[in-house]
């Protein structure tokens, strides 16, 4: 009897330790489109997460423990989203810094509300994220309707008798962001003289060239991503239309320029202040290059939105879904992207949008 109680003691003893051992680590995860047409978006997600991940464990973890990152692949999918969302449940995450398309973000945001665990998304734009979502949905990018506002004045300011036509591609972002720039081009007095949908993935926009053609467009307004952005402006310029492109924010990767080459030359877009010309974050913009990765576009919010929940989990002393909202509705955290603090809603107290354009291959500020 005493051999067998011994037994029994030694296996309570290492079921203990297993547990522990358990506990000594934190689940985190990021997930956004890792295939599909989206797919170098989230491939910009995932290396900026991996690298807040390595950098947090290399100082000590977070409350003494170490993260482990788990990724997800929605593929810009709302179904394939809540399905990510439901394996994230089930493996223990206790925050989520995603997805990338609203589309995918907003039907996820439920499922995190339900299980407690704390979104913080680094690209999700439409205002129904903050607006309709629970205490725990935050974001470090900007709204739609503060990007609309910007494209609608530069339109209207910069183009002023232009015929416009507005584009978008019928999902949740792109739609939402061409009809905020429109609200602030007919509040400003401007009219559009095309509004059209467009599907995304589709290879040929002859149709749609054609009647902006037959319109005398002189600016294209796309609220949708760089694929068809690109393939847009390509095929105009084959059948001579020399509108001037202008869009948003999903035109912040390499991959536009490999789709336009120099036919992108001029196009113009609106996006957050770029991380990478913050001073503060040199040394880290410093060590993905050195690592082959240019942190464009969403890797550095990514890298802040990780930074921010880290820094909240410090504060509250705990990984648990009030004391860690509870600290990030009050603090206010050093990031990539700079100082930043939620308000109310859950969206970043940080600079709105600026204008950029594609010039040889890159993109930078309007002069």
């Not at 547990?19 to 797919?39: K, R």
């Not at 240019?294 to 802040?304: A, I, Q, R, S």
Request: glycine share 12%.
């Amino acid at each position: 009897m005493r051999g067998l109680t011994v037994t029994l003691l030694a296996i309570v003893t290492a079921l203990a330790l297993g547990a522990s051992t358990a506990q000594a680590e934190i689940v985190i995860a990021t997930a956004g489109p890792l295939t599909g047409q989206y797919a170098s978006f989230g491939e910009q997600m995932k290396a900026g997460a991996e690298m807040a991940v390595q950098d947090l464990n290399a100082a000590g973890g977070v409350l003494g423990q170490q993260l482990r990152l788990e990724l997800g692949d929605d593929a810009c999918d709302p179904k394939q989203a809540v399905a990510v969302a439901n394996q994230m449940v089930n493996k223990g995450v206790v925050f989520m810094a995603g997805h990338f398309c609203s589309g995918s973000s907003i039907p996820a945001s439920a499922v995190y509300d339900e299980e407690g665990i704390v979104q913080i998304s680094p690209a999700s734009t439409n205002p129904k994220l903050t607006d309709e979502g629970g205490p725990g949905v935050y974001r470090v990018c900007g709204r739609d309707d503060q990007q609309g506002i910007v494209a609608g004045n530069y339109i209207v300011d910069n183009y002023p008798d232009a015929k416009i036509a507005i584009l978008h591609d019928k999902t949740a972002y792109g739609k939402g962001l061409a009809d905020e720039t429109l609200k602030q081009l007919n509040k400003r007095g401007a009219q559009e003289a095309m509004y059209e949908a467009y599907t995304a993935g589709e290879k040929d926009y002859a149709a749609l060239v054609s009647k902006m053609k037959a319109n005398g467009i002189d600016v294209i307004y796309i609220g949708g991503y760089h694929t068809e952005a690109g393939l847009i402006v390509r095929q105009a310029r084959d059948r001579g239309l020399e509108a001037q492109l202008i869009s948003g924010d999903a035109l912040v990767t390499q991959e536009y320029w490999q789709i336009t080459g120099s036919i992108g030359e001029g196009t113009l877009m609106t996006f957050s202040p770029d991380p990478r010309k913050n001073p503060d974050a040199a040394p880290i913009v410093k060590r993905f290059r050195d690592a082959g990765i240019e942190p464009e576009g969403y890797v550095l919010y990514t890298y802040g939105a990780i930074q921010a929940w880290a820094q909240a989990a410090e504060k509250a002393a705990s990984t648990d879904f009030d004391p860690i909202v509870e600290a990030l509705n009050t603090g206010q955290f050093s990031t990539v992207l700079g100082g930043i603090g939620f308000d109310a809603k859950g969206d970043v107290t940080a600079p709105g949008y600026v204008f950029y354009v594609w010039s040889n291959g890159s993109y930078d500020y309007v002069k």
